[in-house]
């Protein structure tokens, strides 16, 4: 898989993704409360892979800037039409197609970072985390929500040749929670914590929340 393609499938997903439900909405909720207890109203926060801006929209008013972010540029248009037809519009709330490999050629700081359902569909994950690490400020946080399909069912393993084979799936990563916090402390992170907040209690999506060394 290439960037092209992956970009190609999220955009010709961009409609259905928008229109779908949050399939745990308790879990969604406690993740809110848990990331929106770690914001001040002097941050500048970075959301990576923010889809249709849902989450954007929620906690944006709780900052001082908030750059949601994503590869599909359909993802963003349909975002910015949510914003501009909702209630109110957050001024401090700005979305745009971009990576994280694209915001640190242009040398861009932030206090805080944030990739949910994220890190597993990077084509590069330890060069993504070191382009988060460039991108923070010293100290800043960076707080994740991620599929380790290794800790999932199985049959999630088994669907992805087919489903890329038919190019219906971008690139997807398979590591274990254990695996990925390797790869955070490889890039110059301390974990803070690791959380789960599936209302099933599964582990196969940890919270994780980092801090720059």
Not at 65 to 84: G, N, P, Q, V, W
């Amino acid at each position: 898989m290439t960037i092209e393609s992956d970009t190609r499938i999220w955009d010709k997903a961009a409609p259905s993704y928008a229109k779908s439900a949050v399939a745990d909405q308790n879990g969604y909720q406690r993740t809110l409360q848990n990331t929106r207890e770690h914001l001040k109203p002097t941050d500048k926060v970075l959301e990576l892979g923010c889809g249709t801006g849902t989450t954007a929209l929620l906690l944006a008013e709780s900052v001082q800037s908030y750059l949601a972010t994503d590869l599909s540029s359909e993802m963003i248009s349909i975002a910015e039409d949510k914003h501009e037809s909702g209630d109110k519009k957050i001024p401090s709330l700005t979305f745009r197609t971009a990576t994280a490999e694209h915001l640190v050629f242009e040398k861009a700081q932030f206090t805080t970072i944030l990739g949910f359902n994220y890190l597993h569909v990077v084509p590069d994950l330890a060069g993504t985390l070191r382009s988060v690490h460039a991108l923070l400020e010293d100290r800043g946080l960076f707080i994740s929500k991620t599929g380790c399909l290794k800790d999932m069912s199985f049959l999630y393993r088994l669907a992805l040749p087919i489903g890329r084979l038919i190019g219906k799936v971008p690139t997807v990563s398979v590591f274990s929670k254990d695996e990925l916090e390797e790869h955070f402390r490889l890039a110059g992170f301390d974990i803070l914590k690791t959380e789960f907040h599936a209302s099933d209690g599964s582990t196969g999506r940890p919270y994780i929340m980092a801090r720059k060394k």
